[in-house]
């Protein structure tokens, strides 16, 4: 029988490139494609280097192709934000992905992008593939995007400057605080470019989601209604998710770590991270430390040296190897490394997350809360203190704190204040002490949820079930017609 072949093409940053890593081998694994995945890379992140050349290693199911960035010399300003930088890379790489398409030996009949990605569905056109969008994000988020092309028609003025929440049809509202960076700023080249994604997403063939019918029912229910956010969206919208990387052979340094992980008590350690591209100002690091040293837990903390202007500083740095030798004793409160010497590990600048966050004596997670960080401690039960930095994380902090119920939040955004080190200690308190711990229970609640819908006969595998029979039906359907 003929093996149906899907390319799945990725814009630069972990946050992307992981998930759909993970989708290409479900497809290939349990429903038998030919699957490539065309990874565009920033050439300058140490964890996403990692991330795919273990990939490139290990994964036997899927082909990896890796798609370096155009010369973007004289298209962007240096200070360009992260949403329009992703924008330019994917339009300028165009050219590429096609080339790379042209020269595969069978040529797949299908091509799945992520939101950043969506200007090469006209190469799917061109070929008669099929083309879907994955949004490596949750479905309160997608309907955001999707509706702003009509927010931007209703609302007059600066969307933070509104005073009252705006209304998603079928959907939890959106304050005015949280909305995505793009937002932030009407008259930038930035908020245009979102404002295309918003509208492009109508032009797939279907919308994949990764998250899950029983975490997400109401917004999944609006966005399929023709009554409420589906009348905006014309395509069948798919729940596939948790998408997230499974646990990787530990490298030498995680080794250790894990030797005193072993050695302390269960759920008695708080990880700490802000993703592979957040980092943290000068006062908010130091206000970590004096508030991780309040709080008397014991940790594990990824550093990074604190920025001096943005906190997505560190998504397209070009510097990731110079500053991991850095001493973090030049950047913490003085004599912090030897006070928690025996309380807390620092690990400079990335670690093996997954790994760590499955042990069962790591208890709680202060997080940037991008969604795939997210969604590897909600698929590990372990409850978030929620540290929102950019992008739609404000709004993620949110879901999680107010409505799932597995993390705390600041009274008061990081953006807006600079956290105390009382506060940051109070919500670690929240998180890993006291018995009963609802928080901790919701979060155990929801790690068995996602297994169940990803499990054979679960509601995420059906989904991905329903998408990869009408690939097949409509690749053999192209077939007959030649």
């Known amino acids: 029988m003929h093996q149906p072949h899907m390319a799945l093409l990725s814009s630069p940053g972990l946050g992307h490139l992981i998930p759909v890593i993970e989708l290409g081998k479900l497809l290939s694994v349990h429903f038998n494609f030919k699957v490539t995945i065309l990874a565009v890379t920033s050439q300058s992140s140490e964890a996403e280097s990692h991330i795919l050349k273990s990939a490139i290693s290990n994964i036997n199911s899927c082909d990896i192709l890796e798609i370096p960035p155009a010369d973007l010399s004289g298209l962007l300003e240096d200070e360009a934000a992260i949403v329009e930088r992703l924008c330019v890379v994917m339009?300028?790489?165009?050219?590429?992905?096609?080339?790379?398409?042209?020269?595969?030996?069978?040529?797949?009949?299908?091509?799945?992008?992520?939101?950043?990605?969506?200007?090469?569905?006209?190469?799917?056109?061109?070929?008669?593939?099929?083309?879907?969008i994955f949004v490596a994000s949750n479905a309160w988020f997608f309907s955001l995007v999707l509706y702003s092309p009509i927010?931007?028609?209703?609302?007059?003025?600066?969307?933070?400057?509104?005073?009252?929440?705006?209304?998603?049809?079928?959907?939890?509202?959106?304050?005015?605080?949280?909305?995505?960076?793009?937002?932030?700023?009407?008259?930038?080249?930035?908020y245009q470019e979102y404002l295309g994604i918003g509208t492009a997403m109508h032009s797939g063939d279907a919308i994949l989601l990764n998250t899950w019918e029983q975490l997400q029912h109401k917004e999944l229910r609006s966005l399929r209604d023709e009554n409420l956010l589906g009348g905006q969206l014309k395509v069948p919208v798919y729940a596939i998710g948790p998408s997230v990387r499974p646990p990787e052979p530990p490298r030498s340094s995680t080794m250790e770590l894990l030797g005193w992980l072993d050695q302390q008590r269960s759920e008695s350690?708080?990880?700490?991270?802000?993703?592979?591209?957040?980092?943290?100002?000068?006062?908010?690091?130091?206000?970590?430390?004096?508030?991780?040293?309040?709080?008397?837990?014991?940790?594990?903390?990824v550093v990074r040296p604190p920025h001096r202007g943005h906190a997505d500083s560190a998504f397209f740095s070009t510097t990731t190897g110079n500053l991991a030798s850095e001493d973090p004793s030049n950047y913490l409160p003085e004599g912090f490394t030897d006070r928690t010497r025996s309380t807390g590990?620092?690990?400079?600048?990335?670690s093996d997350q997954v790994t760590i966050l499955r042990h069962p004596?790591?208890?709680?997670?202060?997080?940037?809360?991008?969604?795939?960080?997210?969604?590897?401690?909600?698929?590990?039960?372990?409850?978030?203190i929620c540290w929102p930095l950019y992008a739609e994380q404000r709004m993620n902090a949110t879901l999680l704190a107010e409505e799932l119920g597995v993390g705390v939040r600041p009274k008061v955004l990081p953006a807006e204040k600079v956290m105390g080190r009382e506060e940051i200690a109070r919500m670690l308190g929240d998180v890993m002490k006291g018995k009963p711990n609802p928080i901790r229970d919701r979060a155990r609640e929801l790690k068995e949820s996602a297994a169940m819908a990803m499990k054979r006969g679960g509601s995420s595998y059906n989904d991905l079930d329903l998408v990869a029979n009408l690939c097949k039906a409509t690749c053999h359907h192209l077939r007959q017609s030649f």
Not at 92 to 109: F, Q
Not at 345 to 350: D, G, I, R
Request: proline share 7%; with cysteine; hydrophobic share 40%.
């Open 345 to 350: 590990k620092l690990v400079p600048q990335w």
């Open 151 to 190: 927010l931007d028609k209703q609302v007059q003025g600066p969307f933070v400057d509104q005073q009252e929440p705006f209304q998603l049809p079928g959907c939890s509202p959106v304050r005015p605080r949280e909305v995505v960076d793009p937002m932030l700023d009407r008259n930038t080249r930035q």
């Open 361 to 384: 004596s790591v208890g709680g997670f202060l997080s940037h809360c991008g969604w795939s960080s997210a969604l590897e401690s909600i698929t590990n039960g372990v409850p978030m």
């Open 91 to 132: 339009r300028e790489t165009k050219g590429a992905v096609r080339s790379a398409l042209c020269n595969m030996a069978s040529p797949p009949s299908v091509l799945i992008v992520d939101i950043f990605g969506y200007e090469c569905m006209s190469i799917a056109e061109e070929f008669r593939m099929l083309k879907y």
């Open 269 to 301: 350690v708080v990880y700490v991270s802000f993703g592979s591209g957040g980092t943290l100002s000068y006062e908010e690091t130091f206000e970590v430390a004096w508030g991780l040293e309040l709080s008397q837990l014991r940790f594990i903390w």
